[in-house]
């Protein structure tokens, strides 16, 4: 049960008795008239109740902790909110009132079908070597994408970004590259900043995902502990890849498979894999399956490919998985 904000503000108050002496509080700070005049102000409840969802995914650490504060403070001291007090320089959230009397480009004067198609006449032809592309925070590592953003169609202004992004990601011949590593400190260097929306995300329709157990010899090989830390490491990875694409309707799922040799029984792998079922994808392949280093490239013992087919999602509707 997600907690209140009273409660979260009782619990962090310094005058809590149950505080362990010589263990550090953090508390947001309270506005105060000492403040720094270079401070941003408070934005408005009003400001932030009526904020788009696209707005809030596009803002700033900074931004979402001055919402979280006006609304500590208005849980602390509620008050009509038609009467919320305007602030004297509110945080901008939405374009100034000169820009909406300007008028609409040509481009934005044609209806959005219209739009839509233009710019799928514009994305870059497929390559055969995936490209790096944006590192999104929800993930544990960049994704590669067959078709290349194009850079230039994504900064003209907010409007043909917001309806351009899903065609990027959504386009029949874009497959996103996804790496599951269980490389944990590679994980934290490798996250950025960029959040990428569920209306973007759930356009995505090809995914290849590759998961990375590690490319030992079978003189190196992990021993138990660590090799089942790989698992829940990569198992973690899986679930925010599941959350990440929640509600997409994927039509294909490529899976490749990197592990040390004679590590792992078909019973850990077969629970990895199970942990793909929540994607729902209407078809499953395999993609490249190594065991150890490239020497041992392309030997598919002691790995069911057959039992990929069960992840699809005609069969799970029928009971057969």
Request: charged share 20%; aromatic share 6%.
């Amino acid at each position: 049960m997600t907690p209140r904000i009273d409660d979260i503000v009782k619990h962090d108050s310094p005058s809590n008795s149950s505080t362990p002496p010589g263990k550090r509080i953090c508390i947001s700070p309270r506005p105060s008239s000492s403040s720094s005049p270079h401070r941003k102000s408070i934005p408005a409840i009003e400001e932030i109740l009526h904020m788009p969802q696209d707005a809030v995914w596009s803002l700033r650490k900074q931004d979402l902790r001055f919402c979280f504060m006006a609304l500590q403070n208005y849980a602390q001291s509620p008050y009509p909110l038609n009467t919320v007090p305007t602030p004297t320089s509110p945080v901008t959230l939405t374009p100034p009132k000169s820009t909406e009397s300007l008028p609409l480009a040509p481009l934005l004067r044609l209806p959005l079908e219209i739009r839509q198609l233009i710019y799928a006449h514009l994305l870059p032809p497929t390559v055969t070597t995936p490209i790096r592309g944006p590192h999104p925070r929800q993930l544990q590592s960049h994704i590669h994408l067959t078709q290349p953003i194009f850079p230039a169609l994504l900064i003209i202004n907010q409007q043909i970004r917001r309806e351009a992004l899903p065609l990027i990601y959504g386009s029949p011949d874009q497959v996103i590259h996804i790496t599951v590593d269980y490389n944990l400190w590679a994980h934290k260097s490798r996250r950025g900043d960029l959040v990428l929306s569920s209306a973007l995300t759930s356009s995505i329709k090809h995914i290849h995902m590759t998961i990375n157990l590690g490319s030992e010899k079978r003189t190196t090989k992990p021993h138990t502990i660590e090799s089942e830390a790989r698992i829940a490491q990569v198992n973690k990875g899986i679930k925010k890849v599941r959350k990440w694409l929640a509600g997409a309707d994927l039509q294909s799922l490529m899976v490749s498979w990197q592990e040390p040799a004679q590590t792992y029984t078909w019973e850990q792998k077969k629970d990895i894999l199970d942990e793909l079922r929540g994607l729902s994808a209407v078809r499953v392949e395999t993609g490249q399956i190594n065991w150890g280093l490239t020497w041992n490239k392309g030997r598919k013992y002691r790995f069911e490919v057959e039992y990929l087919k069960e992840l699809e999602r005609a069969r799970q509707k029928d009971g057969t998985a």
